[in-house]
Nanobody, 124 residues
């Protein structure tokens, strides 16, 4: 079973940028969906952005126009470029593989155990 490790978090000022990485311990086929999630203190874990199994990017409204996901299949790594950060973006960020059935990606149904995540802190 593949394991995903998140890295790249840290402290950024409001309006600043960070780039997160999600690296797989094994090879993840390019037709597998991958996604970024986040969990702020006292809140439920939520989807941020991801790739469907067809490779199409999906963004939640809260990050559209500010965050960009990319994927390097040769390096078994997915990235999350976060620009124009806001205090409400502060959270622990995780990556995981959402379940896919046919052409439907079930973003809230994930296949792998959650990793340690990477902390993103945004100062106002």
């Amino acid at each position: 079973q593949a394991q995903l490790v998140e890295s790249g978090g840290g402290l950024a000022q409001s309006g600043g940028s960070l780039r997160l990485s999600c690296t797989a311990s094994g090879t993840i086929p390019s037709d597998k969906a991958l996604a970024w999630y986040r969990q702020a203190p006292g809140k439920q874990r939520e989807l941020v952005a991801g790739f469907t199994n067809a490779g199409r990017p999906h963004y939640e409204d809260s990050v559209k126009g500010r965050f960009t996901i990319s994927r390097d299949n040769d390096q078994n790594t997915m990235y999350l470029q976060m620009n124009n950060l806001k205090p409400e973006d502060a959270a622990v960020y995780y990556c995981n593989m959402p379940r896919v059935t046919g052409t439907t990606t079930f973003w809230t149904l994930t296949l792998l155990p959650w990793g340690q995540g990477t902390q993103v802190t945004v100062s106002s």
